[in-house]
C-alpha cells in the first residue's frame, strides 16, 4: 500500500506504540510517535492534514476540538466521544486492519485539504474575478498530481506566484522550491547552473558545485522562461525528463532528479516551433497541464484588492500608509495595464513616495493613467485624431469637415509595375532587401488604408495584423490616413 500522508501516534501503551511504529517504517510511512501536551501542540500547528493514531491518553483529544478539525483520527481503543473525522477503532493491531484504515483515510483526506487549499489559495493569490477564479480551480486539480505543469501568459501576470502556490499545495511542498530565469543565464553556463559540474570541469571549476536540479531534490523546480532557453539546452533538458536522471557536468554518474517540473514563458511556443526555434517534443513534455495567467485587464475587477494588498506589502518597506480614494481606483480600472500586476506594484511603490499618508486622487496619478491615453472603442474620426497626435508633435489641424491631414512623402520609390508589386532580379550590384521590404510594407499599408477610407481597425484587418500593430508600423514609417 502507497500512504502519502503523515501520522502522528498518541498512546501511553510502549509496546503498543513500538509495534505501530515498526509496522509504519516497514510500509516507509512518515510517523511521529508521544504522548505529552507537547505533541498535541505540535499537532495543532500543522497545516497539512495527519493521520492521528490515537490510544489511551488522557487529553482534550478526546473531545476532538474544532482546531483539529483537519486531521483524521483512528482510535485505538473505544473513545467516549465520536466525531465526523474519527474513521473507527483499530480493532486488531495487524498490517491488513492499519492498510485497511489507513486507505479510508486517504480518502477521507481530499475533502479536508480542499478548504485549506482554498484558504491558502485566497491568501496567495489576491483576487475573486471569474478568471481568478477559473486559475484557482485549475490549481487545485493539478497540485497534488506529479504532472509537469506550464504557464503561460504576458510578462507581469503572477507566473511565479502560481508556481509557488502550486508546489506549497503539492505533496512536494515540505521540499525545497528552487526558480532558474532561462533566459537571465548565458547560453554556456545554463547547463552547469541546472545540472552542476564535478571539479575540473571547465577553466575555473575549481569544485564540485551542485546544479539546480539537485538543489529542487524532493521539491520542485521552476523553469521561468522557458521559450527563452537555446536549442541544444532542450535537448538536454528533454533527456532530463525523460529519464528522470542528469549527470554533472564533467561528471559520469548518473543523478536521480527527483523534482517536479513547473515551467512558464510568455511567449507563443507554438508559433516558435513553426519557425523551429523550439522542439515539439519538449513542448509537449511540458505542457501536460497549461494554465494561462489572466492579464489585468481582463480582471479589473481585482484591482481593488490587489491595490490593498500592495499597500500592505510595501508598507514595511517605505515606512509609510497609503490609501486610494474610490475615484482613483475606478480610474486605474480604465488603464489597459500592459505590465499587468508588476505595473501595478511599481505604481503603489511611486505613489507612497509622492503621496506618503495621503489618500490617492485621481489628480494625483501620473499622467497615463488619468485616462488620457487612446479609448478601447471610438469612432473613425476620433481614431483620426488620436493617430494625428502620435504621429506629430505638431497641433493637430482639421479642414471643415473634420478631416485631419497628413504629410507623408516615402524617401525611396515602392518598386511598382502596372499596379502590381514587382520583385528585382538580383544584380551584380547588389539589392537592399531592408529597404525593400520596408518599402513594400509601406506600399501594402498605404493601399489598405485606401481601400477602407483611413480607418485604422478596417485596414488592420484586411492585412491580418492587430490594429495597436499596425499603429505602431504607421508610427514607425511616418504614415498618415492620407
Known amino acids: ?107 477521507w483526506r481530499p475533502a479536508a485539504q480542499s478548504l485549506q487549499h482554498e484558504q491558502c489559495l485566497k491568501e496567495l493569490l489576491v483576487g475573486e474575478s471569474t478568471a481568478m477564479q477559473s486559475v484557482k480551480g485549475l490549481i487545485q486539480q493539478v497540485a497534488d498530481k506529479q504532472a509537469n505543469v506550464l504557464l503561460l501568459g504576458e510578462s507581469g501576470t503572477g507566473k511565479e506566484v502560481i508556481a509557488r502556490a502550486i508546489h506549497l499545495l503539492s505533496q512536494q511542498a515540505k521540499g525545497p522550491f528552487v526558480p532558474i530565469n532561462c533566459g537571465a543565464i548565458p547560453a554556456d553556463l545554463l547547463e552547469s547552473e541546472l545540472f552542476g559540474h564535478e571539479k575540473g570541469a571547465f577553466t575555473g571549476a575549481v569544485s564540485a558545485r551542485k546544479g539546480r536540479f539537485e538543489l529542487a531534490d524532493g521539491g520542485t523546480l521552476f523553469l521561468d522562461e522557458i521559450g527563452d532557453m537555446p536549442l541544444p539546452m532542450q535537448v538536454k533538458l528533454l533527456r532530463v525528463l525523460q529519464e528522470r536522471s542528469f549527470e554533472r557536468v564533467g561528471g559520469t554518474r548518473p543523478i536521480k532528479a527527483n523534482v517536479r517540473i513547473i515551467a512558464a514563458t510568455h511567449r507563443d511556443l507554438e508559433a516558435m516551433i513553426q519557425e523551429q526555434r523550439f522542439r515539439e517534443d519538449l513542448y509537449y513534455r511540458l505542457n501536460v497541464f497549461p494554465i494561462t495567467a489572466p492579464p489585468l485587464r481582463e480582471r479589473r475587477d481585482d484591482i481593488a484588492l490587489l491595490l490593498r494588498e500592495l499597500v500592505a506589502r510595501h508598507r514595511n518597506e517605505h515606512k509609510v500608509d497609503l490609501d486610494f480614494s474610490p475615484a482613483a481606483i475606478q480610474t486605474l480600472q480604465g488603464y489597459r495595464w500592459p505590465g499587468n500586476v508588476r505595473e501595478l506594484s511599481n505604481l503603489v511603490e511611486r505613489m507612497m513616495i509622492l503621496c506618503p499618508g495621503q489618500q490617492v486622487q485621481p489628480a494625483d496619478l501620473p499622467e497615463k493613467y488619468r485616462g488620457d491615453h487612446v479609448p478601447e472603442s471610438f469612432d473613425d474620426m476620433d481614431e483620426q485624431a488620436a493617430l494625428a497626435s502620435i504621429f506629430s508633435d505638431e497641433p493637430v489641424e482639421f479642414d471643415d469637415a473634420g478631416t485631419t491631414f497628413f504629410d507623408f512623402e516615402p524617401e525611396d520609390e515602392v518598386p511598382v509595375l502596372n499596379g502590381e508589386l514587382h520583385i528585382p532580379d538580383i544584380t551584380a550590384e547588389g539589392v537592399n532587401l531592408k529597404e525593400m521590404l520596408a518599402n513594400i510594407e509601406v506600399e501594402m499599408i498605404g493601399r489598405a488604408l485606401d481601400a477602407h477610407d483611413g480607418v485604422v481597425a478596417r485596414a488592420a484587418e484586411h492585412l491580418g495584423m492587430r490594429r495597436t500593430t499596425l499603429v505602431e508600423k504607421m508610427k514607425k514609417y511616418g504614415i498618415g490616413r492620407d
Open 1 to 107: 500500500m502507497s500512504f502519502s500522508g503523515r501520522i502522528l501516534i498518541m498512546d501511553h501503551d510502549q509496546e503498543r506504540r513500538t509495534r505501530l511504529e515498526a509496522i509504519l517504517s516497514f510500509m516507509q510511512v512518515e510517523w511521529r510517535s508521544g504522548s505529552r501536551a507537547s505533541d498535541l501542540a505540535w499537532l495543532q500547528e500543522q497545516a497539512h492534514t495527519i493521520t492521528v493514531l490515537l490510544g489511551d491518553i488522557n487529553a482534550p483529544l478526546h473531545e476532538l476540538p474544532e482546531q483539529f478539525a483537519h486531521h483524521v483520527f483512528i482510535s485505538l481503543q473505544p473513545l467516549r466521544s465520536s466525531a465526523p473525522n474519527l474513521l473507527g477503532t483499530l480493532s486488531e493491531l495487524t498490517y491488513d486492519e492499519l492498510t485497511r484504515l489507513l486507505g479510508q483515510a486517504e480518502q
